[in-house]
């Protein structure tokens, strides 16, 4: 297709040459958590012999950034040369700007902490590729037994980005949960095949690493949002039919405590109209979905069907949350993916939030400051499953964006 042949032409040496993994890593302080490099620290076959691979200047991580921001500008050029010029995506795009400056109090103080708090790691790298690199949030205190959520962030397969998970990851690191938010290709960089490919390759990276970061390789938890808990699916449903079906892995799904799936969609066949609807063209979304054949492919919810009853069973408790006013992806999605799963024999349960729209449980609720439910509900279940049956608690989040702010951004949101 025209869309494939753009992406063809993206300047791939230049881009391995800028975003090369021996260029990532973070500038940090010390802190009691700091038992490995942001780098990889060697993990993974990647650790380096000097001082200067084991403390990143701030020369590199100025580079990594560089070299970030010229990709992501290469390929936002290329997509709206393969969107054009639509009424619906324009007319979202428009309101997302405005969406955002409502929030940008908040905003501005995650990215203070995000670049600056000496509990953030960022661009450990977990792979070969541009962005096989995560976000890794640690709690003050790392004794070996943190749980550990990784969590794969949205973005419409288009603009997922590793530091959007970093509300998420500041709330429960702040309960004792250590989160790892894993990067991953986005459209027309790759597609959804590279995506799961990429995805999965981070949750390797954490089963078989986090011990060093002192997280706890028993409690590890599974977490993805909007095309990221799409994206999770596929990969933890891939890695299932994989065990039952005895191909070498490098990670285990009975390594998994929980799979949490966040306004989740995991029918394509289902939705391919409703996203066309809503901005995100028939024409890109079936390139990102490598085509009809990929509709049902990665479409977690048609795989369950079609799986032996012995990759079924290897899948761990799934809970997937949804807002009833979602309008980017209906909260219908995981309810019938809910009921699959159960006529299959999977542990699974669908929580709704009423009134909550797409945005709301992931952006404007914690936000807000106080409790909030999303991350209620997950510490229940981390806190069940605790070996020592302690209650991780934290602080009470304070404000960060005004309320009347949050109101208007609730209602002129795109997504």
Same mark, same amino acid.
């Given at each position: 297709m025209g869309?494939e !042949? &753009?992406? +063809?032409? *993206?300047d791939v040496n230049?881009?391995?040459?800028? *975003?090369n993994?021996?260029?990532?890593?973070?500038?940090r302080r010390?802190?009691?958590? =700091?038992s490995?490099?942001?780098?990889?620290?060697? $993990?993974?076959?990647?650790?380096?012999?000097? =001082?200067d691979d084991?403390?990143?200047?701030?020369?590199?991580d100025? &580079?990594?950034?560089a070299?970030?921001?010229?990709?992501?500008?290469?390929?936002?050029f290329?997509l709206?040369?393969?969107?054009?010029?639509?009424?619906?995506? %324009?007319?979202?795009?428009?309101? *997302?700007?405005?969406?955002?400056? *409502?929030? !940008?109090?908040?905003?501005?103080?995650?990215?203070?902490y995000?670049?600056?708090s000496?509990?953030?790691?960022?661009? $450990?790298?977990?792979?070969?590729q541009?962005r096989?690199?995560?976000?890794?949030?640690?709690?003050?205190?790392?004794?070996g037994s943190?749980p $550990?959520?990784?969590?794969?962030?949205?973005? #419409?397969?288009?603009?997922?980005y590793?530091?959007?998970?970093?509300?998420l990851?500041?709330?429960?690191?702040e309960r004792?949960?250590?989160?790892a938010?894993?990067?991953?290709?986005?459209?027309?960089?790759?597609?959804?095949?590279d995506?799961v490919k990429d995805?999965?390759?981070? %949750?390797s990276?954490?089963?078989n690493n986090?011990a060093?970061?002192?997280?706890d390789?028993k409690? %590890?938890?599974?977490?993805?949002?909007?095309?990221g #808990?799409h %994206?999770?699916?596929? #990969?933890?449903m891939?890695?299932a039919?994989?065990?039952?079906?005895g &191909?070498?892995?490098?990670?285990s $799904?009975s390594?998994i405590?929980?799979y949490?799936g966040l306004?989740?969609?995991y +029918? !394509?066949?289902?939705?391919?109209?409703?996203?066309?609807?809503r901005?995100?063209?028939?024409?890109?979304?079936?390139s990102i979905m490598?085509g009809e054949?990929?509709l049902h492919r990665?479409?977690?919810?048609?795989?369950a069907k079609?799986s032996?009853?012995?990759a079924?069973?290897?899948?761990?408790p799934i809970?997937?949350?949804?807002?009833?006013k979602d309008?980017?992806?209906?909260s219908? #999605?995981?309810e019938?993916?809910?009921?699959?799963?159960? +006529?299959?024999?999977?542990?699974?349960r669908?929580?709704l939030y009423?009134?909550k729209?797409h945005?709301d449980l992931f952006?404007?609720?914690?936000?807000r400051?106080?409790?909030d &439910?999303l991350?209620?509900d997950? !510490?229940?279940?981390?806190? +069940?499953?605790n070996a020592d049956?302690?209650n991780l608690?934290?602080?009470i989040?304070?404000?960060?964006?005004?309320?009347?702010?949050?109101?208007?951004?609730?209602?002129?949101?795109?997504?």
């Amino acid at each position: 297709m025209g869309i494939e !042949m &753009e992406y +063809n032409t *993206l300047d791939v040496n230049l881009e391995g040459l800028y *975003l090369n993994p021996s260029l990532s890593g973070s500038r940090r302080r010390k802190s009691s958590c =700091d038992s490995a490099d942001s780098d990889g620290g060697g $993990v993974g076959g990647r650790g380096g012999g000097g =001082d200067d691979d084991k403390c990143p200047s701030f020369r590199r991580d100025m &580079e990594h950034a560089a070299a970030e921001t010229y990709l992501i500008t290469r390929l936002a050029f290329t997509l709206l040369r393969c969107l054009g010029l639509g009424y619906r995506w %324009i007319s979202k795009l428009l309101a *997302l700007g405005v969406y955002a400056v *409502l929030l !940008m109090p908040g905003f501005i103080q995650v990215g203070y902490y995000y670049f600056f708090s000496s509990q953030v790691r960022r661009s $450990v790298v977990y792979g070969n590729q541009p962005r096989n690199r995560l976000d890794l949030y640690l709690p003050k205190t790392c004794d070996g037994s943190n749980p $550990v959520v990784a969590f794969v962030t949205g973005g #419409a397969w288009i603009i997922g980005y590793k530091a959007w998970g970093s509300l998420l990851g500041r709330r429960l690191a702040e309960r004792g949960v250590i989160v790892a938010c894993i990067d991953y290709r986005n459209f027309p960089q790759g597609t959804i095949g590279d995506m799961v490919k990429d995805a999965s390759q981070g %949750i390797s990276f954490i089963c078989n690493n986090v011990a060093i970061y002192g997280g706890d390789p028993k409690q %590890i938890y599974l977490m993805g949002q909007s095309a990221g #808990a799409h %994206i999770s699916a596929c #990969a933890l449903m891939d890695q299932a039919v994989k065990e039952a079906n005895g &191909e070498r892995i490098s990670w285990s $799904v009975s390594q998994i405590k929980a799979y949490f799936g966040l306004s989740g969609g995991y +029918n !394509m066949t289902e939705l391919v109209d409703h996203f066309h609807q809503r901005g995100l063209y028939k024409r890109i979304f079936l390139s990102i979905m490598e085509g009809e054949p990929g509709l049902h492919r990665f479409s977690p919810e048609i795989v369950a069907k079609e799986s032996s009853a012995k990759a079924l069973s290897l899948l761990p408790p799934i809970i997937l949350f949804h807002g009833t006013k979602d309008y980017s992806i209906p909260s219908s #999605a995981s309810e019938n993916f809910a009921k699959v799963l159960k +006529n299959a024999g999977v542990e699974v349960r669908v929580v709704l939030y009423d009134g909550k729209t797409h945005t709301d449980l992931f952006l404007q609720d914690p936000l807000r400051g106080g409790r909030d &439910e999303l991350v209620e509900d997950v !510490m229940v279940t981390i806190n +069940n499953n605790n070996a020592d049956g302690a209650n991780l608690v934290g602080p009470i989040p304070r404000r960060l964006v005004p309320e009347w702010q949050l109101q208007l951004a609730h209602k002129i949101s795109p997504f």
